[in-house]
C-alpha cells in the first residue's frame, strides 16, 4: 500500500493564448506512457453486450481512515472515495486530463484564468443537484487554515474564485500556474451537507455524501467496506451492481482467500506473479497484468534524529545499501531500481544521475570521516553512543519487510545495529508517520503525473501531520519547487527539476530504492478490461459480468 501523494496531471500551455472550449482538448498532451502488458491468457468468448449485475470483491492491507478525501492521505480512503464522489477533472486511458463534472473548460490570459462550466443534472446521493456553489465551498474548505487538509497548496495559489452562473465558475491567478487544472481534479464536496461542519466530527467522514457511482452500504472497520451501484449516476449506471473491499493485512492470506474463489482481484507479490498462478486453471480462471506502478519504494529517514543529521553518513548508507540484490531478492527482478522520486522512462525523471555504487568499504570511509568508530562486538559508535536504530514499516508487506531485512544484514555489515519494526497500518501512519515518532521507515509513495513535489518536500510542509514527515528542510529546493509549479513550459520544467533531483540525490533524505511493477490479477468474469497506459481500473464503471457467471444481484436474495 502507498500513501496517496497530491493527485497531479501536467498540462502544458505555450506561451500564447489556449482556449479550450470543450472537454477532450485541454492543450497538448504528455506523450503516452507504455501501455500494461495483455494477459497472455484467452479466456472463454463471452457475450457482446453488457448486463448490469454482479459484484466484485477486492482486498485492501488497511482499512480506510475518512472517506472525505481532503482529510485523508492514505491510499485505501482514495481508493474508495474515488467511486464516491466527482470532480470538475479527470484522468483519461492515457493519463491526459479530460471533462468529468465538468462540461466544458477554457484556459485565457496565458493560463492566468480558468473558465469552468458544470453538467447540469449531477445530483448528490440526497438528491441536491450539484452547483458551482459547492465548488466554491470545496474550494474556500481547502484554504481554511482550520481544515486539517495536506492538499491545500494548489487551491492556495489561486488568487481569486468566483461563482458566475449556478453551473459557472471562474478562477484566477496571478501569474500562470503549471498545476492550474490539475487543482479542479479533485472531489467536489456538497456543501449543504458540510457547511459548519466539525470535519474531524462529522458523521460525513464515515457516512459519506458524494455523487459518483457508488454508495457506502456498509463499512465494518477493519473487516470490509462495501458500496451500492448509484442508479442516479450521471455517466448511467455503473454495471457491476456491488463493489466490495475486504481488508486482509496480510498479503499471504490475501492470496488464500484468491485461491479460494473468495476473491475477484488482488495485486500479486513477485513469487505468486511468477510461479504461483501458472497452469490450465488459472489460465482458465484469471486474468494476469504487468506494467511499472506509479509508485516507488524508500528507506525514509528522520532528519531530526541526530543519527541521520549529518549528510554523510546519509551518503554512507546509500553506498552500503545494494539496490540491485533488493529488487532481485525481494521483486525477483520485477521491478527497477531508482533514484529519486519520480518513474523511470518518463520524461522528468533525471537519466543523468549516477546512483552511489554499492560499496561497503566506502561506507564505512565516509562513516569514519564523520566520526563513526569501531566499538564494542563491531557497532559503529561516536561521543560513546552506538549507532543503533529501528525500522518502522506496515504490517502485512512482505515486500517492505523483506526489504528491511535485507537492509538489516548489509548495515550489520558496517557496523551498524537495526531492529525492524511492523505495525498495523492506521497506527502506523497516525501514531508514527503523521507524529513524527520514528527513526527511519520503509514505504512507498505513488508517483503524480505532474512533477511538482511541494507538498512532499517543501519545507513549509515539514509540519505534524504534513507529507514532509521526514523534515527535509533545503532552501534551494525550496526555490525550486517554488519556482517549478509556476513554469509552464516542459523544457523549462525538466531543467528545473532535474536540478531538484540533483539536490535530493545529493541529501538523500530518503535512499530512493526501487519502482515495482504492478501485478494485479483479475477473475476471467471481469468483461471489457483494456489495459491502457493509466493502468486497467481506468473504466471501471463499464466493467461487467455475464448473466450466467453473475453470483449476486441487488435485486434477487442471496
Known sequence: MTRHATLALLFVMTASLLVSAGCGDGGPSEPAAKAPESPSQTPAAAPDTPVPGGRIIQAMLGDATNLIPPLSSDSASHEVADLLYVAPLRYDKDINLECWAAESYEVLEDGRLLRFRLRPGIRWFDGVEVTAADVEFTYKLMIDPATPTAYAEDFKAVSSFTVTGKYDFEVRYDEPFARSLVTWAHAILPKHALEGQDLMNTKYSREPLGAGPYKLSVWEPGRRIVLDVNPDYFEGRAYLDQVVYRIIPDLSTMFLELKAGNLDMMGLTPQQYLHQTTGKSWDEQYRKYKYLSFGYTFLGYNLRHPLFADVRVRQALAHAIDKEEIVKGVLLGLGMPTIGPYKPGTWIYNESITDYAFDPQKARAMLAEAG??????????????????????????????????????????????????????AAFIKEFVDTGRFDAIIMGWSIPQDPDGFDVWHSSRAVAGGLNFVGFENSEADALLEKGRRTLDRAGRKTIYDAFQEILHREQPYCFLYAPYALPILSARFQNVAPAPAGISYNFIRWWVPKDRQTFSLTRDQ
Open 372 to 425: 563513526w568508530t569501531p566499538g564494542a562486538k563491531g557497532i559503529l559508535t561516536r561521543d560513546g553512543k552506538p549507532f543503533s536504530f529501528t525500522i518502522l514499516t506496515n504490517q502485512g508487506n512482505d515486500q517492505r519487510i523483506k526489504t528491511a531485512t535485507i537492509i538489516q544484514q548489509r548495515l550489520k555489515e558496517i557496523g551498524i545495529e537495526v531492529a525492524i519494526r511492523t505495525v498495523e497500518w
